[in-house]
């Protein structure tokens, strides 16, 4: 007799004969006990593997796959990693979110290995595309030694700073997954419930490429919401201070928004620094201060920093101290205080505006346009005649062209015209696929005014 494992839905290619089953309690699964003598008469499952030509989980590869198994509606043609769950029939064996599968097409054929979550409007991450290759305590280390290997070999990002994102979630093949360093503190954070549930995995990983290190990790409500998990830590974390190109911050996770240091930006704000010697500097949305302290490090005259999160406003100054500089920082909605310093006839050589992710909803694009047209028409009537402009985006959902179009028509609507001197996004610790441009997030556009 020969005993096959079988796992999933519970089809298979039967050419072994007529194969009774019976239900394993080991295994959770089925099993056909096979032999060539007597006439059982097919079972459902059987029956309908024979029709359909496929295995019984649906795959082509081993019957004795490890792994609980999907199968797609349709044929797919994709290199995207995300399967959303209209295309993905409902297993019977329903496994828990961010349970590790393996993916098979309509026909049978093998497609990939990811996690699945039947909650979640992405139904599958793929992973892996090497059937011979599982995703376990291995795959995560190869794969974040690699993400690093990136950053500190090619990159060279050591001799920088000691704040880098270390994953970036498909533009590093791990889907849902965030991680950043500052110094010693690694802060992780789970997009996905596939990387919550193998934490521990993800945290062995990290150690190995950091040693001694220290984690903050977090997942923000409406992710764990949309993914179907809870993740609510009560330790307090430690502040980082890290070093820029010579600049000094504090990185604190607890108390700023998002990972604690916007990490991304490292690029521009060097390259804006670098125009701003003996020039006056206005920073709107400014954050925990990175581009103003950059200014007032680099010689700039006079710097300004508008926000209207008070603890933000707070780390700001906390940041400028670190580097025995003095910018001031003013708490104030930007809207407002724009229109009172354009009543005023204030103009200043610099102006920057990085505001907050507008939406994560494909609804309230146009609205998240709107609003930046709204601010980035204020912001050009305070540049002096021939200062600079540097604007941004963070809202993935927003393209750079739909930006770039913005912007066109808020220098119409506040009689500037604009002269684009650069195009720009996120550093390169931050990459992205070329089939996967969700992952490039960040616009940013250097404008002089004139």
Known sequence: MTDLRLYGEGLVRNRLGRLPLHRSAAHGGLVMTATTLGATPLSGPILRARRRHVNPAGYNGPMNSPVPVVRLKNAWRSSHPWIFQKLVEKPAAKPKPGTIVDVVGVDGEWIGRGFYNGHSRIAVRILETDQSVPVDAGWFARKIAAAV????????????????????????????LVVDRYGDLVVVEFFAAGMFRHREWIYDALREQFPGCRFHSFADEHVQKQESFDFHSNTTTEAAVITEHGIKFRADPAGAHKTGFFADQR??????????????????CCNTGGFAVYAAARGASEVLGVDIDEDVIAIAKGNAKL????????????????????????????????????????????????????????????????????????????????????????????????????????????????????????????????
């Not at 690029?267 to 709107?284: H, I, Y």
């Not at 959902?397 to 650069?422: H, P």
Request: glycine share 8%; charged share 25%.
């Open 267 to 284: 690029d521009n704000r060097q390259w804006l620094s670098e125009q701003v010697e003996g020039k006056t500097v206005l920073d709107l």
């Open 323 to 450: 580097n025995n500089v003095r910018p001031k920082f003013v708490q104030a909605d930007i809207f407002p205080w724009l229109r009172d310093a354009s009543n005023r006839g204030e103009q200043f050589d610099v102006v920057i505006l990085d505001p907050a992710k507008m939406t994560r909803d494909r609804e309230q694009v146009i609205p998240a346009l709107k609003k930046y047209l709204d601010m980035n028409k204020l912001a050009l009537g305070v540049v002096k005649p021939g200062g600079l402009f540097a604007t941004f985006s963070c809202t993935g959902l927003v393209a750079e062209q739909e930006f770039l179009d913005m912007l066109r028509r808020a220098s119409y609507f506040s009689g500037r015209t604009i002269q684009i001197l650069k195009v720009a996004g996120a550093g390169p610790d931050h990459p992205f696929m070329a089939h996967v441009q969700e992952s490039r997030y960040l616009k940013a556009v250097f404008c002089r005014v004139v």
């Open 149 to 176: 290997s990136l950053r500190r070999d090619w990159l060279k990002l050591d001799g920088v700073s000691d704040a880098w994102r270390v994953v970036h979630s498909e533009g590093d093949g791990l889907s849902g």
